[in-house]
């Protein structure tokens, strides 16, 4: 797989002129910034000298039109008028929302101050001249980003997370595999504050289309103590359906706050990291799968065969015993249980657990079940209920499991 090609971006610069100067709306030129930008320049007209809230109102519409990296020039203001910090936010939240960026350039004390506690959440610059350089750097960590995910073959999705349902066009395509059979993409998630109630429902979504890694990327985010648990509940839900989730760009409130949730999910510095993350839970798994995934709890009992893709499975978790085809998958560990290692069926269903949310029993040297393997099965599977897993039984006759 190559280098990904990465599409120029359109960097816009508002520039604010008096009403009569005679450049409002006008292309006040153009600038390349690298391999990554074009930087255009626009002048907008100000009714008042210290209205700020017509170049957020021009930036909002250009979001809406596209142009999702937009710098304002504030380098003419001393002060701002009522109503133009929420204007300023505003406009940040959609580019943000948009996967781009806003860039505050020649911000004076005076602006500063006016800001107040929302300077912290905004991107500002010296000058024009910084705010670009400011751009660029963030467009080239996103290629960086996308060559990262190339090197480890991996298709790279992001989505950003904002007050809306967020945009899925990738979940219609196929989803590519590697050579050892498993999801060769990943999503990174970029959570406005606004955004991160809806962590839980995206991710869901995404597990319906056989996604399975996901990189959250935090940086301007911070979590408090009580989202930080609600991601370690996250974070052992992937777990279960045998995925994978990886923070990234976390501050020192936000390391604090997982401490305390007593978290185990893994952290890394920044988004690149965390891809190389994904890519080796990746590889771990193939290791995993090519392996056959070890031996079970009691070795003379039990042992990790390969899955019949040929054979069919009885259903035990239907109201009425059913059967239906499955193949084998990294997931799927099949025990094959011999009279003398029956006893131990629920601890090692438990073993099992944190390998495989999909168990199969394989009873074919059991024969007819007595009351007492009934009532141990039955004990297996509210192990396996309880543990999340999967149970599925086969070599036995449906009619013979207990109710």
């Known amino acids: ?35 990554v930008a074009t930087a255009i320049g626009f002048g907008v007209e100000l009714p008042e000298d210290d209205d700020v809230e017509p170049l957020a109102r021009a930036a909002e519409t250009l979001v809406r039109q596209g142009k999702r990296h937009i710098v304002i020039d504030l380098s003419r203001f001393d002060t701002l008028a009522p109503g133009a910090v929420e204007a300023l936010l ?21 602006v500063l101050e006016a800001l107040g506690e929302a300077a912290a959440g905004l991107h500002v610059a010296a000058d024009t ?22 090197e480890h073959e991996l298709d790279l999705h992001t989505v950003v997370l904002g007050p809306r349902r967020p945009s ?33 429902t995206t991710i869901e979504s995404l597990l319906g289309k056989k996604l399975r890694a996901f990189v959250l990327d935090l940086e301007g985010v911070s979590l408090d103590t009580d989202t930080a648990a609600a991601l370690e509940q996250l974070r052992a839900r992937l777990e279960d359906a045998s995925g994978y989730l990886a923070l990234a760009g976390l501050d020192e409130a936000s390391r604090r706050a997982l401490g305390e949730a007593g978290a185990a999910t893994p952290v890394f510095e920044d988004a690149a990291q965390a891809i190389s993350g994904v890519a080796a839970w990746i590889e771990a798994r193939g290791s995993e799968a090519s392996s056959g995934g070890g031996q079970g709890a009691d070795e003379a009992s039990f042992r990790v065969a390969e899955a019949d893709d040929s054979g069919y499975l009885v259903h035990r978790g239907a109201k009425k015993p059913g059967r239906r085809k499955m193949a084998p998958t990294a997931t799927l560990h099949v025990l094959t249980v011999q009279p003398e290692g029956f006893e131990a069926l629920a601890e090692a269903i438990t073993e099992h657990a944190d390998r495989a949310p999909r168990l199969v029993l394989d009873l074919s040297d059991i024969g007819e079940l007595d009351d007492t393997q009934q009532a141990t099965l039955e004990r297996a599977a509210r192990t396996a209920r309880d543990a999340g897993v999967q149970l599925w039984v086969t070599g036995i006759e449906a009619a013979a499991l207990p109710e």
């Open 168 to 200: 899925l066009p990738f979940t219609e395509g196929y989803r590519r595999l590697g050579p050892d059979g498993l999801p060769r993409e990943v999503v990174r998630l970029r959570p406005t504050p606004e955004g991160l109630d809806r962590l839980a």
């Open 1 to 35: 797989m190559g280098a990904p090609s990465m599409e120029r971006e359109e960097v816009v610069i508002l520039r604010p002129e008096t009403v009569g100067e005679g450049k409002g709306g006008e292309d006040t030129g153009r600038l390349t910034l690298g391999d």
């Open 90 to 110: 505003e406009t940040h939240r959609a580019c943000e929302a948009a996967g781009g960026r806003l860039v505050l350039a020649g911000v004076r004390d005076t």
């Open 129 to 150: 001249d910084a705010a670009l350089a400011q751009m660029r750097d963030a467009l080239d960590a996103e290629l960086d980003l996308q060559r990262r995910a190339a």
